[in-house]
């Protein structure tokens, strides 16, 4: 099984219509395809292919909560906890802001009365639909207010891994978040390909570098999708690909109609790359 | 007062509304830009700037780093880490530097003192005066380094150095940890939508995390006519709360080839001012 991922830096350039394009395009040449909604925080692919989600299992994380009977109110929570999320004065028992609490677990495993239990909380979920025989998709959702989505997106990528591998499916298509941080590094990690989506935009071009580092930092095989070709200026794209010895795989010129087709969820129909 | 412009979906038009709004609200009153958008800060662009006066490196986080020499290979550190960062290569413990947060719990639990944290430099916070006279700072995270939401906050701090009436702060698409620190403590949202299906959804999520932090907002429906089916949908979901629709230009595209901004476009000026005064009626 080949795991590739659509990734992109900035937002809108197309990742999500790239990975369901080239997830139909498998698809149709006979090969069995298992796709991964990796951005949980806005997964929009199952809007597009036209899917509700039901009956989704549950993501845990766990998180802190204090028993006030055993707290001395010594304070050596707040100390350790590095992003700040435990508020403490003397003689006061610590407050948890849950929003910045990354769940490492730093508190309760410092805590020299035993004050602070691990509670496991719902975070996320994880939700399976079969389109056809050959075209599984897999879709992680977090739950609002969640600060540290990158475990999350870990847990969704090993399940979707799972059911590629129970299927005996040909390829796991990982569709990420924009950006580059920890949510895109979980999602890209271990990939054997990457597609950077990109536009001709000079804001295009700025952050296609900045994933282009990253891809060649994690040591992954990047390759260039040029979206709306032809919307601005494709040189551009074409310097950095130079630049950076990458090659541009796909072009896909603007059209009017690849964006109709993609509100009225009609991807399926088109056939471009 | 603090206006963030966010949306959920990326690709919307944030930076683009940001820009605009900076330059016409600089005409009566002092502005400060700021792009919070740390993983790919594109502000500064739609603003013209590509160089920047002054550059500070910061560092928002540390990393784990195992002494091999002390290691006993007890397996401790990679058990008790929650963020799988610690992985057993030939029989040595090694941590993976671009999934390792800097929570300390491995050097914590590891019984022979073998792990020390060190500061890494994480990225840096660029400012620089926009052709309009006004500053603009930018976050910007290095590619592969954590703490988005970190530098997001010293972002913010940079605000206080200068005098302002209005600071335009542009959040990155998502809802996790960056944007939740730029919509903190702010005093009101625009958030950015478009006709598109998946917009809307975005648009629905993101107001969850604006309703939680009890802000007050407006929407904007940019490229509203591509589809003008959602957009009334759109439309009848946020009633009273729209701000103003901005119809698509490709003339948008080519202002920003030439690096100038969005409001060269005569038209668009024109919808972005009539948006700003309906801003103004409610803040």
């Not at chain 1, 997964?43 to 028993?67: T, V």
């Not at chain 2, 999934?99 to 019984?111: A, F, H, Q, R, S």
């Not at chain 2, 950015?192 to 917009?199: H, I, Y």
Request: hydrophobic content about 40%.
């Amino acid at each position: 099984m080949q795991i590739i991922a659509s990734t992109g830096g900035k937002g809108g350039t197309g990742k999500t219509t790239f990975a369901i394009l080239l997830a139909f395009k498998l698809v149709k040449e006979g090969k069995k395809v298992v796709l991964c909604d990796c951005d949980i925080e806005c997964p929009n692919c199952y809007i597009i292919l036209n899917q509700e989600l039901k009956n989704g299992d549950s993501l845990f994380r766990f998180f802190p909560e204090l028993d006030r009977d055993k707290c001395k109110k010594c304070g050596l929570c707040s100390k350790v906890c590095k992003e700040n999320a435990i508020l403490w004065v003397r003689d006061k028992f610590p407050i948890f802001f849950k929003e910045i609490c990354s769940c490492c677990g730093a508190c309760w495993i410092v805590c020299p009365n035993n004050a602070i239990k691990k509670k496991a909380e719902e975070a996320g979920k994880v939700f399976y639909n079969k389109i056809n025989e050959n075209f599984w998709l897999v879709t992680g959702v977090s739950n609002e207010k969640i600060s540290e989505t990158g475990p999350l997106v870990r847990q969704v990528k090993e399940k979707a891994i799972n059911l590629a591998k129970r299927i005996d499916a040909d390829f796991l298509i990982i569709d990420t978040a924009p950006g580059t941080h920890c949510n895109v590094i979980q999602a890209l990690m271990n990939c054997d390909k990457v597609y950077a989506v990109t536009e001709p935009t000079p804001l295009g071009a700025h952050d296609l570098k900045l994933i282009l580092e990253l891809i060649q930092k994690l040591g992954l095989k990047a390759e260039i999708v040029l979206n709306k070709a032809g919307l601005g200026k494709d040189e551009l794209i074409e310097k950095i690909a130079k630049q950076f010895e990458t090659k541009i795989s796909f072009r896909i010129p603007y059209s009017e109609d690849l964006m109709k087709a993609y509100s009225r969820k009609e991807l399926h129909k088109v056939e471009i790359l | 007062m603090k206006i963030v412009i966010a949306s959920g979906k990326g690709g919307t038009g944030k930076s683009m509304i940001a820009s605009s709004l900076a330059i016409l609200i600089s005409k009566k009153r002092k502005v400060v830009a700021c792009d919070c958008d740390v993983d790919a800060p594109n502000l500064a662009l739609w603003l013209g700037i590509t160089k920047f006066d002054e550059i500070k490196k910061i560092s928002v986080s540390q990393k784990a780093f195992i002494n091999q020499e002390i290691c006993k290979r007890c397996g401790k550190c990679k058990e008790y880490c929650q963020f799988f960062a610690i992985e057993k290569v030939n029989e040595e413990f090694k941590v993976n530097q671009f999934l390792c947060e800097g929570c300390g719990v491995c050097k914590i639990v590891c019984p022979f003192n073998a792990i020390e944290l060190r500061e890494v430099e994480s990225g840096e916070i660029r400012i620089n005066y926009s052709a309009y006279d006004f500053p603009v700072i930018s976050g910007f995270l290095y590619p592969g380094q954590t703490g988005s939401g970190k530098i997001v906050e010293l972002v913010k701090k940079e605000i206080e150095r200068f005098e302002y009436e209005i600071a335009i702060l542009d959040a990155p698409a998502g809802l996790g940890c960056p944007v939740i620190a730029a919509l903190k403590d702010a005093d009101y949202a625009i958030l950015v939508t478009e006709p598109s299906p998946t917009a809307f959804l975005d648009l629905k999520r993101i107001l969850k995390l604006v309703n939680h932090f009890n802000l007050q907002y407006g929407v904007v429906i940019n490229k509203f006519d591509l589809n003008e089916k959602i957009s009334d949908e759109i439309e009848s979901f946020v009633s009273k709360n729209l701000l103003g629709k901005i119809p698509y230009d490709k003339r948008i595209v080519d202002c920003l080839i030439s690096l100038k901004p969005a409001i060269f476009v005569k038209e668009v000026e024109k919808k972005i001012k009539i948006m700003l005064s309906e801003l103004f009626s409610r803040i």
